[in-house]
């Protein structure tokens, strides 16, 4: 039996930020059923929030009695790296979850929905391919954009999903028949196992990039890495993103330059 953490950042999510947990607890509550999973956790950073998203965490957290939760309000980092580093150190020490290899750190997103084959899935995914990480995919949520950038946007998924793209110390296409994989990497969609995370140093305190940050710290350390392409993760299409040069950015970007060619 495994051990799972899921953790979520949030910054001004009031809106959205119910709805990411939901899907969490419904995809540890599966997997618990499954008998994947022994003890189920969901940690929440809410990170220099404005509105109300500290107490709607909160809330939504004390109806669980079911799962281990644990919620801080993180005032201080100064990087989204540095705001997923903390909040996972400060969920295992709280929760007394040590690195341990039958233990997984899951991340996901706010402003995104999680299946509830979720983590028995990925799971299934590192089992199958002996794997330390599994990077998934995510699907976009309804984006109201020009044609031109919708078309855009499906070339720059499709450019990294040729096959082919794995090194030796990757799992191949994932294993379970998950075709090909791919080379992107998603925080809304990511689990590694805690051993590997801890070892490795975590997620690297950027501006940016953390998601890709910590795959490569893994690689560099010689932990495979499965990329598969499902289970995938609804997430937001909104411009801009919380998260300075995330997807919300680059959805802006393609939208303006494409409206632009338009005009």
Same mark, same amino acid.
């Given at each position: 039996?495994?051990?799972?953490?899921?953790?979520? %950042?949030?910054?001004?999510? #009031?809106?959205?930020?119910?709805?990411?947990?939901?899907?969490?607890?419904?995809?540890?509550?599966?997997?618990?059923?499954?008998?994947?999973?022994?003890?189920?956790?969901?940690?929440?950073?809410?990170?220099?929030?404005?509105?109300?998203?500290?107490?709607?965490?909160?809330?939504?957290?004390?109806?669980? %009695?079911?799962?281990?939760?644990?919620?801080?309000?993180?005032?201080?980092?100064?990087?989204?790296?540095?705001?997923?580093?903390?909040? =996972?150190?400060?969920?295992?020490?709280?929760?007394?979850?040590?690195?341990?290899?039958?233990?997984?750190?899951?991340?996901?997103?706010?402003?995104?929905?999680?299946?509830?084959?979720?983590?028995?899935?990925?799971?299934?995914?590192?089992?199958?391919? @002996?794997?330390?990480?599994? @990077?998934?995919?995510?699907?976009?949520?309804?984006?109201?954009?020009? %044609?031109?950038?919708?078309?855009?946007? #499906?070339?720059? =998924?499709?450019?990294?999903?040729?096959?082919?793209?794995?090194?030796?110390?990757? &799992?191949? &296409?994932?294993?379970?028949?998950?075709?090909?994989?791919?080379?992107?990497?998603?925080?809304?969609?990511?689990? =590694?196992?805690?051993?590997?995370?801890?070892?490795?140093? &975590?997620? %690297?305190?950027?501006?940016?990039?953390?998601?890709? &940050?910590?795959?490569?710290?893994?690689?560099?350390?010689?932990?495979?890495?499965?990329?598969?392409? #499902?289970?995938?993760?609804?997430?937001?299409?909104?411009?801009?993103?919380?998260?300075?040069?995330?997807?919300?950015?680059?959805?802006?970007?393609?939208?303006?330059?494409?409206?632009?060619?338009?005009?």
């Amino acid at each position: 039996m495994t051990d799972v953490l899921v953790a979520v %950042p949030a910054r001004d999510e #009031e809106q959205r930020v119910v709805s990411c947990l939901d899907s969490v607890a419904v995809a540890l509550r599966r997997a618990r059923a499954h008998g994947t999973v022994d003890r189920a956790a969901v940690a929440v950073a809410v990170h220099r929030s404005t509105d109300r998203t500290v107490e709607v965490v909160t809330d939504a957290l004390a109806a669980w %009695p079911d799962l281990e939760t644990f919620c801080h309000a993180d005032d201080d980092s100064t990087t989204v790296g540095a705001v997923r580093s903390r909040l =996972v150190a400060g969920a295992c020490e709280a929760l007394d979850l040590a690195p341990a290899p039958d233990r997984w750190l899951f991340s996901t997103d706010a402003d995104s929905v999680v299946p509830g084959s979720w983590v028995t899935e990925l799971l299934a995914h590192a089992d199958a391919a @002996a794997a330390h990480c599994v @990077a998934g995919m995510v699907d976009l949520e309804t984006w109201p954009a020009h %044609p031109a950038a919708l078309a855009a946007y #499906e070339r720059i =998924v499709a450019g990294g999903m040729e096959a082919g793209v794995h090194d030796r110390r990757d &799992g191949g &296409g994932g294993g379970r028949g998950n075709g090909a994989g791919h080379r992107h990497v998603y925080g809304a969609n990511l689990a =590694v196992r805690l051993d590997a995370y801890a070892a490795c140093g &975590g997620f %690297p305190a950027v501006p940016h990039g953390e998601d890709h &940050g910590l795959v490569g710290r893994l690689r560099a350390a010689g932990h495979r890495v499965a990329s598969v392409r #499902e289970p995938a993760v609804l997430t937001s299409a909104r411009m801009p993103g919380r998260a300075r040069q995330g997807l919300g950015d680059l959805l802006e970007r393609l939208a303006t330059q494409c409206a632009c060619c338009a005009g």
